[in-house]
C-alpha cells in the first residue's frame, strides 16, 4: 500500500508536505484573479452616434455598411448589434479566446475605415469608436446629489468632464460608461403656426444655423502683398461658434430688399438643455447617475479596482459639496471572497 510508504518513511512525508504547501502558496499569487475564469474571449466594441436618426434608419444606413466590411475580421466568433432610437449604435464582436486584444483592435479599426466613406456625414461628423473591452462590467459607481442641490444634467456634465477621462486613464480600465448621459446643448423649438405664416421649413432654419455658427479666418492687416513697408501687422479675430441662447435668437433667417429680417426668434426659442431626456436615474430620491466601469481582457480584476477606488480619491478635491459617489455593484468582493475561502479550505 502507498500508505504504508509514507508510515514507514516520516521523513518523506513530511518533505513531501512542505513542498505541496509550498507549491499551493506560490500558486495562490500566481493564479488568475477574475470573478469568471480566463476562458472568456476577448471583445471590441465600436460606437457610433447618428444624431436625430431612429432605430431603423441607423439600420439601414450605419448598421449595413460596418457589419458588411467588419464580418469576417480575423478570429471573429460572432458579432451582434443594437440600434436606439436615440440615435446610438453599438456593435460588439467576440474573438476566439487567445487572440491578442490590441492586434483585434486594429485589425476591428481597419474594418471599420474601409466602411466610413459609406455613412452619412452626420455620423462620421461625430466621430466612431473602437474600444477593446471584456463582455461583463467590473463596477458601477453611483454619483448623486444628496440634498437635490444640483439636477441630473449637472451631475452628467461634472462626470464627463471631471470624472471619466481619469478613470478611463487608470491601469485595467478598457472603457467607462455613463448610464442615461446628459449632454448639454442647445435646444430650439419651433413655433409651427409661424413658420407656416412665413412659408418656411425646418431644414432652411437649419441652414441658416449652422451657416452663422462656424469659426472662420477673418485674415490679417499690413501683412504682404497687402501693404509695402507697413510696420505692425494685425491678425483679424471676429466671434466664432455662438455659446448663448440669446446669441443663436439673434441668427438671421431671412431678409428682403426693404431690409426687413427674419430672426430665429421669431420663429421659436432657444435654450440650454440636454440633449435628450430619455432617462433619469435617483438614488434614494435624490438625482443620480451610474457610471459602468469596464477591465481590460488582460487585467487582474481586484488590481484594476483598487486603481479605480485610489483614482476617485485622488479626484475628491474636484467634487462639489453637496456631491458624493458609492460604489452600488462591485464584481470584486465575489473573487475575494474566494481566495479567502482558499486560504482557509
Sequence with gaps: MISRVFIERPRLAIVISIIITLLGFIALFRIPVSQYPEITPPEIVVSAVYPGADAKTLAESVAAPLEAEVNGVERMLYMYSTCSNDGRYQLSITFEVGTDPDMAQV???????????????????????????????????????PKGTYSSLYLSNFVSQNIKDPLVRTEGVSDVFIFGELQYSMRVWLYPDRLYALNMDVDEVISAIQRQNLQAAIGNVGKAPMMDGAQIAFTLQAQGRLSEPQEFEEIILRQNPQGGLVKLRDVGRVELGALNYSMASYYNGSPNLGLAVYRSPEANSVKTMKNVIKTLESLKDRIPEDVNYKVIY????????????????
Design 330 to 345: 462591485d464584481t470584486t468582493k465575489y473573487v475575494e471572497a474566494a481566495i479567502d475561502e482558499i486560504k482557509w479550505t
Design 107 to 145: 485589425n476591428t479599426q481597419n474594418r471599420v475605415q474601409l466602411a466610413v466613406p459609406r455613412l452619412p456625414k452626420e455620423v462620421t461628423q461625430q466621430g466612431i469608436t473602437v474600444r477593446k473591452r471584456t463582455s461583463d462590467i467590473l463596477g458601477v459607481i453611483s454619483f448623486y446629489s
